[in-house]
């Protein structure tokens, strides 16, 4: 017969593993709204059973010698975690971009009373008025102070987004140090979780701090997990390893600073970047200073375009081009008639020899050259097309947009221009004729009808660039400037509220496996404190075994 204190062996064995159970149900529950936190289970094994030879006990082959703890563990799902992680870096993406976007419609403001539309409206309908009368100074007068709302308007526009710009640029870096900082923590959390490993035990509540890291770090980059045989981690973001265990990868050229870094060198394939990140916060800040440079280009296109850019104008009266004191007219400004571009100080003569299409007329005694009424010519800017005539005074016309002195610009774009401070301090030298004739003011209104005008637009510091609209009227590229704002905004908001969704759901099934559900602890809970009250009665009964057995022998 086997020893009858093998029963009390069995019966505490039982106690301890129940009261095992019964913590980690505690354990559970009281982490039930912890954030990261994983559902543990009790893992229980029978332990090593006794041999018993059956030709001397009444009980033949073996008997169990009770339970024990085999492990502690967490219920986690890789692939849903995998899915998540992949989800959760493509929201971060788009709602950086989103964010960006709704910054860029605020700027823009349009359509409404205030926006560069309305600003232009007012520009066109001051010229109109002017050619009407050109010798009234309140039409002058109105004629400069909407230029100086023009030249402002898109002053404040390239401003704001220049600032943008520079707010997205801080955030680039203070992710770039938020993406570094949690790969810091989670070295030092692979510190402590491989030693506990390496003691042969499980890490659970590491793990879980760990795991959370790595899920806030998903939405801010595309990291990818791959975990070897004995438990140990290596983290990748934009198919580059940034953390090899408890090791940080360092910058190669500055073993000081980590792998993932903002960078200033413009020849760098992943500029503004030192890695190439695919997804997460840090690609759609990416995207979005991109987005942000190609509207900041279609200002400077539309400024340029309005000040300098080529624009095929026809002329709404007779345009004379005076001689000088040798008896040759001369061209006062740059213009192109088809394919042929003519510089300044040209002479008519030898336009008129290129193109008698034009039917340019030379005074045979002073002279003095005519370009007739309806004439189409390609002049380069309402610069361009001011010079060509002649102000209050008779005299040449000055550029209406010049450059503000206080850059080192050399083209006008949407953040220098301004009105020549000739003009705005004398309004008498605004160009509204062709001709020196007083109330002459059909210059004032081809000016007017540039509103109609094809225009070529192109952003002057970078020919390469984009653009909504090549070539239309100074509405349809705002139209579509507006238009395309538009599309990518509400495709931004689409795809958040996609993700959201698409988060939202796989977050709900990973739940499901890891999440706490406290009705289930409570039901393991009385499961577990059954057992172990059943164990206690096994003691008391072996209890009551011993005491017999000690009584008999008296």
């Known amino acids: 017969m086997l020893g009858t204190f093998l029963g009390l062996e069995i019966a505490k064995r039982g106690l301890q593993t129940q009261q095992a159970a019964i913590e980690v149900t505690a354990h559970n529950i009281s982490n039930a709204n912890t954030p990261g936190y994983t559902r543990q289970r009790v893992d229980l094994v029978a332990t090593q059973p006794l041999e018993v030879p059956g030709l001397t006990s009444a009980i033949p082959g073996q008997v169990g010698t009770g339970v024990q703890v085999d492990k502690i563990e967490r219920l986690r799902d890789d692939y849903l975690d995998t899915q998540y992680r992949q989800q959760n870096s493509y929201l971060g993406s788009w709602q950086a971009q989103q964010d960006a976007l709704q910054k860029v419609t605020a700027i823009l403001n349009e359509p409404s009373d205030t926006g560069l539309s309305t600003v232009m409206q007012n520009f066109w309908n001051a010229w109109d008025k002017l050619s009407s009368n050109p010798n009234d100074l309140a039409a002058r007068n109105l004629v400069v102070q909407t230029s100086v709302t023009v030249a402002q308007t898109l002053n404040q526009t390239a401003n704001q987004l220049s600032q943008l710009q520079d707010d997205l640029n801080a955030s680039l870096s203070a992710t770039v140090d938020q993406v570094n900082s949690y790969l810091t923590q989670i070295a030092r959390l692979n510190q402590q979780i491989d030693s506990v490993l390496d003691d042969g035990k499980q890490p659970n509540d590491l ?29 990748s973001i934009g198919g580059q390893v940034v953390l090899d265990d408890q090791t940080v990868t360092p910058d190669p050229s500055d073993s000081s600073k980590p792998l993932l870094q903002v960078t200033t060198d413009t020849t760098n394939p992943n500029y503004p970047l030192t890695i190439g990140v695919t997804s997460g916060k840090l690609q759609g800040l990416v995207a979005a200073l991109n987005t942000v440079k190609s509207y900041q280009s279609d200002l400077d296109a539309f400024a340029y375009s309005l000040a300098d850019g080529p624009i095929t104008v026809t002329l709404a009266g007779n345009w004379t081009i005076y001689a000088d004191a040798t008896g040759t007219a001369t061209l006062p400004v740059d213009i192109q008639i088809g394919s042929d571009k003519y510089p300044a100080s040209t002479r008519l003569a030898d336009v008129a020899k290129d193109h008698p299409e034009l039917g340019i007329a030379i005074d045979p005694v002073s002279g003095d050259a005519t370009i007739p009424q309806g004439k189409s010519i390609t002049v380069f800017g309402l610069n361009g097309l001011l010079q060509m005539g002649y102000d209050q005074n008779g005299s040449q016309g000055k550029p209406l947009f010049v450059i503000n002195p206080a850059t080192t610009d050399s083209n006008v774009t949407a953040a220098n221009i301004t009105v020549n401070p000739a003009i705005s301090q004398d309004v008498t030298t605004l160009a509204a004729s062709f001709t020196k004739t007083a109330g002459d003011g059909t210059l004032a209104m081809t000016v007017s009808s540039v509103k109609l005008a094809q225009v070529q637009f192109s952003d002057p510091n970078d020919a390469t660039a984009s653009m909504p609209l090549r070539q239309g009227t100074f509405d349809s590229f705002l139209q579509a400037v507006v238009g395309q704002l538009g599309i990518q905004g509400q495709q931004a908001d689409q795809q958040v509220s996609n993700q959201q969704a698409l988060v939202q759901q796989i977050d709900m ?7 706490v559900s406290l009705n289930e602890e409570m039901s393991n809970l009385i499961q577990y404190q059954q057992a172990f009250n059943a164990s206690a009665k096994v003691v008391q009964a072996v209890n009551d075994l011993l005491t017999t057995l000690i009584n008999s022998v008296r």
């Open 207 to 235: 793990m879980d701090q760990r795991d959370y890291l790595i899920d806030q770090l998903s939405n801010l980059a595309d990291v990818s997990v791959q975990t070897d045989t004995a438990g140990r981690i290596t983290l």
């Open 509 to 515: 099934q990973r739940q499901s496996v890891t999440g």
